[in-house]
Structures are given as structure tokens and as C-alpha cells.
Nanobody
Framework: QVQLVQSGGGLVQAGGSLRLSCAAS????????MGWFRRAPGKEREFVAQ????????HYADSVTGRFTVSRDNTKNTVYLQMNSLKPEDTAVYFC????????????????WGQGTQVTVSS
């Protein structure tokens, strides 16, 4: 089992930046595909980004492409989501997730989840 603990997030003005971290314990993340999802109020959880274990295969949702950057440091067992040029519509609870397989854009592709962290972008 892998446990994921998230940190970061908070309140920021539109145009600002935040970085989310997702640290693993219990097992190395080295061979897991990692994903980021978010759930806005009244909406279903949606895909944000994913990267494979080596970090050279990355996908982003169209809504965040060019503004968000996902990365990982396997030596620290940690994955990051750098969010720049934030917009009010980015307001959501953000979740990191781990997949033993190839991951994907569906939440059902992931078996392990962080606790979620709130990101609020004011206009």
C-alpha cells in the first residue's frame, strides 16, 4: 500500500501561483504513474494532469495546459503540481493519485489517493 499526503494550496488572487506537493509513504513512487485531479463545487472530479514514472510522458487537461506543470522527484518520493496564472475557475479541491498501471484521465484508473487540498482563487 502507498499512502499519499498532500500539502500546499490555499487562497490566492487571480493571476497568482501555488504549488501543491504529494508525498508518498509506505512504498516508493518510482514505478507509479501519478495523476492530479480536482473537484470544483457542484461538479464531478476531473482530470488535471498525469506523468509516468520516469517523468517523460506527461498529459494535461486542455483547461490547464500552458499554466500548470506537473513534476516528480523520485528521490524524495514526491510529486508536484505548479500552478501559475491561476483563474477563479481553478477553484477546487485538488487530489493527487497513484496508479500501478499506466494511469489515465479517469479517476478509476488510480487506486491510491491523497486527502485533497483546497485551492481558492479570488477574482
Amino acid at each position: 500500500q502507498v499512502q499519499l499526503v498532500q500539502s500546499g494550496g490555499g487562497l490566492v488572487q487571480a493571476g497568482g501561483s501555488l504549488r501543491l506537493s504529494c508525498a508518498a509513504s509506505g512504498r516508493t513512487l518510482s514505478y507509479y504513474t501519478m495523476g492530479w485531479f480536482r473537484r470544483a463545487p457542484g461538479k464531478e472530479r476531473e482530470f488535471v494532469a498525469q506523468l509516468n514514472w520516469s517523468g517523460d510522458n506527461i498529459h494535461y487537461a486542455d483547461s490547464v495546459t500552458g499554466r500548470f506543470t506537473v513534476s516528480r522527484d523520485n528521490t524524495k518520493n514526491t510529486v508536484y503540481l505548479q500552478m501559475n496564472s491561476l483563474k477563479p475557475e481553478d477553484t477546487a479541491v485538488y487530489f493527487c493519485a497513484a496508479s500501478r498501471g499506466g494511469g489515465g484521465t479517469s479517476q478509476y484508473d488510480y487506486g491510491f489517493w491523497g486527502q485533497g487540498t483546497q485551492v481558492t482563487v479570488s477574482s
